[in-house]
Structure formats: C-alpha cells, structure tokens
C-alpha cells in the first residue's frame, strides 16, 4: 500500500523548534522529489520547502529560509522537515508531498505562547 504518514506537529513556543517527519512505504521516497507545503486557516496552501530526489537541491520559500530544512533518511524511507525559530505565522497543518502525486494526511503546528 502506497502511503505518506506525518507526524511531529504539536504546539512549541515562539522561538521553538519542531521536526516533521514524513514516512513514506510502498515506494521509494528518495527517488522523488518532495515538497512540503502548509495551510493555515482561512488562506490557501502554500509550498514552503521543496527538495529534489536524493534532497540533492532544496528551495526554501523566503519567510523560512535560514530556519527550516530539509533532510532524509533513506534507511528510513523518512523526509524530515527542521523546523527553527519557530514564529506565530508558522502556525498551519502542514502536509508532504512525493513526486507530486503522493500527500500526507497533514500534522498540526501552532505556534503560540
């Protein structure tokens, strides 16, 4: 069966951190190229971070470069999604995305104190 499974959201504190994990089976997850996009309430999904196959190349949108990143495990099948300095806009469901067919379920993030 062909699936992505997140998990990590939760609630951190302004200036926190969280880890997204996306776990992929049934395929191969480094062989496709992954995006992670976000949705808050009441505005449209956007992409935030992409990386190419083998996360050899990696695009950060502007308002998270230099706090999120991207990495794999492929021992894992995983994509993991960094997430620093964590602000109160951040706060969305974020969802990951394989060789733009495969989505995840979606996890949580709120950013709150």
């Known amino acids: 069966q062909v699936q992505l499974v997140e998990s990590g959201g939760g609630l951190v504190q302004p200036g926190g951190s969280l880890r997204l994990s996306c776990a992929a089976s049934?395929?191969?997850?480094?062989?496709?190229?992954i995006d992670w996009f976000r949705q808050a309430p009441g505005k449209q999904r956007e992409l935030v971070a992409s990386?190419?196959?083998?996360?050899?190349?990696?695009y950060y949108t502007d308002s998270v470069k230099g706090r999120f990143t991207i990495s794999s495990d492929n021992d894992k099948n995983t994509v993991y999604l960094q997430m620093n300095n964590l602000k109160p806009e951040d706060t969305a469901v974020y969802y990951c995305?394989?060789?733009?067919?495969?989505w995840g379920q979606g996890t949580q993030v709120t950013v709150s104190s």
């Open positions: 049934g395929f191969t997850l480094n062989y496709y190229a």
């Open positions: 995305n394989a060789g733009g067919v495969w």
């Open positions: 990386a190419s196959s083998s996360t050899s190349n990696t």
